[in-house]
């Protein structure tokens, strides 16, 4: 269930929200009384009034500052507030801290039988140890809850997937929720309820100020994005692993995609470290995950953690997209040169075969472009700032290689296609020399317009868009992903272009 969280100030921006948060289809309202500036009877009365006559179901919490609340007053205040509210108010669930009184806990199950106590345990600056987890958890099944909620801030990737991880082995036997909160923290919120996790916990609104834990997403989102009302526990799992990764659009295309096509699946995004990759992986078969888009700066180094790779991968030396079969074994191979040369062959309206192609860069991507724009018989010279990676690529493929110094040296009109690799590139070429027959490709696809795009088209030059590639790829993405799959992939080819455009509006 989607809850939205009502943290109105008083009677009327509480009334407000509420009606925000119907008209989003939220299935579920936590109200949290503890934002209220005034306590007085008369205000909890009105206030308790209206939410007793809604039949959207409802969660009261008045939380303590100690959990991350606002509640200052004696914990006797707090208790009697929430006796009088669960009265007027007729919740159907009540939100007590773990450590809550016992004999309190108890008095209040035996006068409110009808009222789910949700037993929650919050942790603002870190996350545990499984071992520690395992043990505040055992600690709160002795309190007799209807549900146990448990939210820790993620520091890490790591720390995230260790808490997917505790789901997974208890949601069966118990009524978990389980939220990692903080940015890093944000794709337990999504998948969570594959995992076993009862509610996620959202927004009226993007503004991060209606948040009441760090990380929340709006409910919008969570539906439009990630289709949640149909996640379930079925649902397969992709993801995009990475650093950084919170400017890629793939979340967006790669979920509308998921629902045109009609399958049960969904895509986030993990920002992971490098000196945490090996660790991830492991933790990522513990779930139901079905395949990994994997970008900067891991396209060379996760081939080591593979259990098999690609022939065109291995020569490339990178990979970019990881199928994972059964037994959990990584299969990877590498689609980025296939989508920039699909790109370029649009452009062209046919093959480069003959024509000569300026590669600047020489990182990963280099490498999968110059490898396949030579096996479409295209002669590619390579220029970057570090010669001897582009003399690399150059004699492991039959190219031509220079120096960054030669760059303003460089006839232009010599080449039908210039593409730029780097991810920041600055413009340090004379303008002059790009020449309108020169088709100029960047290959980074947020944001739209590079600087290196808007010159060539000042210019007159054709261009490319990284978008394009980036659609193009994510295409033998999902043949990989989904090789049965029976699809018009002429039409599902236009519909990536359009999804990948749209999402960088």
Not at 10 to 31: M, P, R, T
Not at 292 to 321: G, R, W
Not at 386 to 410: V, Y
């Amino acid at each position: 269930m989607i809850c939205v969280v009502i943290n109105g100030s008083n009677h009327g921006e509480i009334n407000e929200q509420i009606q925000k948060a119907l008209q989003q289809n939220a299935d579920l309202l936590e109200v949290r009384f503890d934002y209220l500036m005034d306590f007085s009877i008369e205000e909890l009365l009105k206030i308790c009034a209206d939410l007793r006559v809604l039949t959207t179901p409802k969660i009261f919490t008045l939380r303590t500052l100690y959990q991350g609340g606002h509640f200052k007053e004696s914990e006797e205040r707090r208790q009697s507030i929430l006796l009088a509210i669960s009265i007027a108010g007729a919740p159907d669930y009540v939100d007590l801290e773990a450590d809550s009184n016992e004999k309190f806990i108890l008095a209040f199950r035996e006068k409110f039988p009808q009222i789910k106590l949700i037993l929650s345990y919050h942790d603002f600056t870190k996350t545990p140890s499984e071992q520690t987890i395992q043990q505040i958890f055992s600690s709160m099944l002795t309190k007799n809850g209807d549900l146990y909620k448990l939210a820790f801030m993620s520091n890490s990737t790591l720390d995230t997937l260790r808490l997917m991880q505790f789901t997974i082995k208890n949601s069966k036997k118990h009524e978990l929720i389980t939220i990692s909160m903080g940015e890093l923290g944000m794709p337990s919120r999504i998948v969570g309820k594959i995992l076993g996790s009862k509610i996620t916990y959202a927004t009226i609104t993007c503004d991060k100020k209606n948040a009441s834990a760090p990380g929340q997403l709006p409910i919008k989102t969570l539906l439009d994005q990630y289709h949640y009302a149909s996640l379930d526990r079925q649902t397969a799992i992709y993801a995009l692993i990475g650093d950084p990764v919170d400017k890629s659009i793939s979340d967006k295309t790669h979920n509308a995609l998921f629902r045109e096509l009609k399958l049960n699946a969904v895509y986030i995004k993990f920002k992971v470290l490098t000196k945490e990759l090996e660790a991830v992986l492991t933790l990522l078969k513990e779930l139901p995950l079905y395949g990994l888009s994997v970008t900067m700066p891991h396209k060379e180094t996760i081939m080591q953690y593979l259990d098999t790779i690609d022939a065109h991968a291995v020569k490339i030396v990178a990979v970019n997209t990881i199928c994972i079969r059964q037994q959990q074994q990584f299969h990877g191979f590498n689609c980025d040169g296939l989508g920039a040369l699909d790109a370029i062959s649009e452009t062209l309206s046919n093959s480069c075969k003959g024509e000569q192609l300026l590669l600047l860069g020489a990182g990963g991507a280099a490498r999968a472009i110059a490898y396949e724009a030579r096996q479409q018989g295209a002669v590619v010279t390579i220029i970057s700032r570090t010669f001897s990676k582009a003399n690399a690529i150059a004699e492991d493929f039959g190219c031509m290689a220079k120096r960054w110094e030669e760059l303003n040296a460089l006839d232009f009109k010599n080449y039908k296609i210039l593409v730029n690799t780097i991810p920041s590139l600055e413009i340090l070429f004379d303008q002059s020399l790009l020449s309108p027959s020169t088709i100029v490709f960047d290959i980074i696809s947020n944001p739209k317009e590079t600087p290196l795009l808007m010159l060539s088209r000042s210019r007159g030059c054709p261009v490319i868009y990284g978008y394009q590639m980036f659609a193009l790829q994510a295409l033998y993405q999902f043949k990989a992903w989904f090789p049965t799959l029976e699809v018009d992939w002429m039409n599902a080819r236009l519909r990536a272009l359009q999804l990948a455009k749209a999402a960088l509006l």
